[in-house]
């Protein structure tokens, strides 16, 4: 059974929104911090957003002021909100835990910004 279910992308223009999910089991959410990390092609996995167990969110510069971290405790599940999306944040788009490393990746979910 996969560790973290991505869902949520798609193909969208300039300027739109779209949000992300992320399932995982209830054993990990309770005790991790999350994260969201992208990979675009031909570069490496950065971590985009991340949000701890108490709450506290962390933004890479790239995108605070666009992207929002949350997570439902009910659900076992954690969002990234991405609005006025731009072409480079073009990627595959995967959820991890940025203080617990070592946890299989899931297959993540594309995300295209183009017209």
């Known amino acids: 059974q996969a560790q973290f279910v991505e869902s949520g992308g798609g193909l969208v223009q300039p300027g739109g929104s779209l949000r992300l999910s992320c399932n995982t089991s209830q054993s990990i959410f309770s005790r991790s911090a999350m994260g969201w990390y992208r990979q675009a092609p031909g570069k490496q996995r950065e971590l985009v957003a991340a949000?701890?167990?108490?709450?506290?969110?962390n933004y890479d510069a790239s995108v605070k002021g666009r992207f929002t971290i949350s997570k439902d405790r009910t659900r076992n599940t954690v969002y990234l909100q991405m609005n006025r999306l731009q072409a480079e944040d073009t990627a595959v788009y995967y959820c991890n835990t940025p203080d617990r490393p070592g946890n299989d990746w899931g297959q993540g979910t594309q995300v295209t910004v183009s017209i």
């Open positions: 949000i701890t167990v108490g709450g506290i969110t």
